[in-house]
């Protein structure tokens, strides 16, 4: 039982960290000008980027840190969310992730390394 509870502690922690940096983070528009690091314009409380990730992988990370659905995600980065699906999975492919939560708290542990 200890276990459990542990985890789910470290899953109240990712959700309260969310829907902090939701709060906190106004929506942006997600034109990039082309930068390789354009992770970071679609919000700037989350500066984050993983070279083993695609510029658009990285976008929907950070999307998904937000706490963003994939409806709400396609639509900000004005893309399908068939695609948004798509990306997502290649997301939990490379870093060896089993679902969202563990892309969010990655991010979010990223991007306060930084």
């Given at each position: 039982m200890p276990a459990a509870r542990a985890a789910n502690d470290a899953r109240a922690q990712?959700?309260?960290s969310i829907v902090a940096a939701r709060a906190a983070a106004?929506?942006?528009?997600?034109?990039?000008?082309?930068?390789?690091?354009?992770?970071?314009?679609?919000?700037s409380s989350i500066s984050f980027y993983d070279e083993a990730l695609t510029d658009t992988e990285n976008r929907v990370a950070v999307?998904?840190?937000?706490?963003l659905s994939n409806k709400e995600i396609a639509?900000?980065?004005e893309i399908s969310v068939r695609t948004v699906e798509n990306h997502i999975?290649?997301?939990l492919d490379k870093k060896g992730f089993?679902?969202?939560?563990?892309?969010?708290?990655?991010?979010l542990s990223k991007s306060e390394d930084r």
């Amino acid at each position: 039982m200890p276990a459990a509870r542990a985890a789910n502690d470290a899953r109240a922690q990712v959700r309260i960290s969310i829907v902090a940096a939701r709060a906190a983070a106004p929506r942006a528009s997600t034109k990039s000008a082309g930068t390789r690091c354009a992770a970071s314009v679609d919000d700037s409380s989350i500066s984050f980027y993983d070279e083993a990730l695609t510029d658009t992988e990285n976008r929907v990370a950070v999307a998904v840190s937000r706490g963003l659905s994939n409806k709400e995600i396609a639509t900000e980065l004005e893309i399908s969310v068939r695609t948004v699906e798509n990306h997502i999975s290649h997301i939990l492919d490379k870093k060896g992730f089993n679902n969202r939560v563990e892309i969010a708290r990655y991010v979010l542990s990223k991007s306060e390394d930084r």
